[in-house]
């Protein structure tokens, strides 16, 4: 019987390597908030007038709403593949989303863009759905610190 020994070259297969990346839960959570904000915006450029239809407001509102969410979704997908994932950046991201929640309450509380009954309860989920993403961006930073 030879003794065998590892050379430099080959890895000892006795030892377990555990990497972990601890901007994998922000990652998610902005590619996330990234394609539902994206389908959004689509679905309001593409649709507007059926869309309008079914919540309220006119479809040249819900087309600049489209195109706002169309390219706000991109530079959060774009920013969820930065290596690293800058903190400045998911800060304002975060910040976005709440001023986006809170908007989205006023809106319906105040009556201001003529939603329909439909539209109130799809604005009131949209909320809680953007919050979630923001709290989910907040736990996702802090664990990359």
């Known amino acids: 019987m030879s003794a065998r020994t590892t050379s430099a070259k ?3 297969m006795t030892a377990l390597t555990v990497t972990t990346d601890r901007t994998k839960f922000l990652r998610l959570a902005l590619s996330a908030d990234a394609v539902v904000t994206g389908g959004n915006g689509l679905v309001y450029l593409a649709l507007a007038a059926p869309v309008s239809s ?3 407001p006119e ?3 819900l087309r600049g709403i489209g195109a706002f969410l169309l390219v706000y979704g991109a ?3 774009f920013l969820a ?3 690293p994932i800058s903190p400045a950046a ?3 991201v975060i910040a976005l989303n709440i001023i986006w929640t809170l908007g989205s309450v006023a809106v319906v ?3 201001a863009a003529g939603l329909t009954t439909i539209g109130a309860i799809w604005a009131i989920a949209q909320a809680l ?3 979630v993403f923001a709290e989910l961006q907040i736990t996702g930073l802090r664990k990359i610190r």
């Open 109 to 111: 509380v105040t009556g």
């Open 81 to 83: 593949t930065r290596r």
């Open 75 to 77: 530079a959060v997908g």
């Open 54 to 56: 079914l919540l309220g």
């Open 129 to 131: 759905v953007v919050g």
């Open 10 to 12: 080959e890895p000892d």
């Open 59 to 61: 479809a040249g509102v």
């Open 90 to 92: 998911t800060k304002a």
